[in-house]
């Protein structure tokens, strides 16, 4: 399994950038995806996910009302809107491929992932 993650940069506050995932050698129907991010001298944090077989969506708190996490089974790929930004959404983010559908408790853990992308840094000025 493969991650390719993109669509980070630099944003002003309050704007907008919607990340995509690619995933290859694994299907939706029976996998979670997750979108985590982590800043400098910070742990890994969840920001959202989706379980493959029903589409049920999972947001923290902070990023809940903001972000929207989507996907495209025809192109593979599983993607993050995320409206109105703020300063401390600066991070690089994740996305992550879980091998079971995840309820919601293990779907917010990173531990409950199995594969990986690379990052991409999203940076949001003031």
């Known amino acids: 399994v493969q991650l390719q993650a993109s669509g980070g940069g630099l944003v002003q506050v309050g704007g907008s950038l919607r990340l995509t995932c690619v995933i290859s050698g694994r299907t939706f129907s029976s996998t979670t995806t997750g979108w985590f991010r982590q800043a400098p001298g910070k742990e890994r944090e969840f920001v959202a996910a989706?379980?493959?077989?029903?589409?049920?969506?999972f947001y923290s708190r902070s990023t809940k009302g903001r972000f929207t996490i989507s996907r495209d089974a025809a192109k593979n790929a599983v993607y993050v809107q995320m409206n109105s930004l703020k300063p401390e959404d600066t991070a690089v983010y994740y996305c992550a491929v879980g091998s079971r559908s995840l309820i919601q408790s293990s779907a917010t853990t990173p531990a409950a992932y199995d594969f990986w992308g690379q990052g991409t840094l999203v940076t949001v000025s003031s």
């Open positions: 989706m379980r493959g077989s029903d589409r049920s969506t």
